[in-house]
């Protein structure tokens, strides 16, 4: 009964590969995040779509390019990965995405790229 | 731009010890206020939350209160326990704006036995 659940949990990969990361939410929420978190913990904001629309769209390269079929669907794709883009990558969810609202976080991929 | 400010760890305690755990933002609008914590290898999940001035979110032990004045949401507990060691981060969402989530750099806490 996982609320956000991630996939792959470990990935690695060569520099200039392409891959992906799938997320779902169960909790019918409206909103859905993507959030980089570096080898230090720091947490920061990458996307977020509300109803599939992509409604945050932070300072990212755009080999990274998010994609939301459906409300409870939220996947990232990087083009052409490169080192610095190894670190902890967290979906999160929101109810309607309102500054009151609790984010429910997956449990993460970690990404290496070697 | 928002932004919150968290002291630095890690903080070391032994267990039953006084917590306290400092974080100060400045934001535009008015924000909610958050404290996420982080166990390791996990998510993070919802510790506490305020949404307006003088309101005190609590859970599990843990307080904190929105103080408008000193634009301050410190988190406290009165007595931690071993299984308290986390990574705890301080949190903002603002009206008046895009609503973009803002995270303080968390501090990481270690208990004692």
């Known amino acids: 009964d996982t609320a956000v659940s991630q996939t792959p949990k470990y990935l690695v990969t060569q520099m200039g590969n392409d891959k992906s990361i799938k997320c779902e939410q169960n909790?019918?929420?409206?909103?859905m995040y993507w959030y980089k978190q570096d080898s230090k913990k720091f947490l920061k904001i990458m996307f977020s779509y509300n109803n599939k629309e992509l409604i945050i769209n932070e300072t990212v390269p755009n080999r990274f390019s998010p994609k939301s079929p459906d409300k409870a669907h939220l996947n990232l794709h990087i083009n052409s990965l490169e080192l610095g883009d190894s670190a902890v990558y967290f979906c999160?969810?929101?109810?309607?995405?309102?500054?009151?609202?609790?984010?429910?976080f997956g449990p993460g991929t970690r990404l290496t790229v070697l | 731009g928002n932004s919150v400010t968290q002291m630095e760890g890690p903080v070391t305690l032994s267990e039953e010890a006084f917590l306290t755990i400092n974080c100060t933002y400045t934001a535009t609008g008015y924000p909610s206020l958050f404290w996420y914590v982080q166990y390791p290898g996990e998510g993070l999940q919802l510790l506490l939350k305020a949404t307006k001035a003088d309101d005190k979110g609590s859970n599990k032990g843990f307080e904190a209160t929105y103080r408008k004045e000193t634009t301050s949401f410190h988190l406290e507990k009165g007595s931690v326990q071993v299984s308290d060691s986390a990574v705890y981060f301080c949190?903002?969402?603002?009206?008046?704006?895009?609503?973009?989530?803002?995270f303080g750099r968390g501090t990481s806490l270690i208990v004692h036995p």
């Open positions: 909790l019918g929420h409206d909103t």
């Open positions: 949190a903002l969402s603002a009206s008046g704006g895009s609503y973009i989530p803002t």
């Open positions: 999160a969810s929101s109810q309607a995405g309102l500054p009151t609202d609790t984010q429910y």
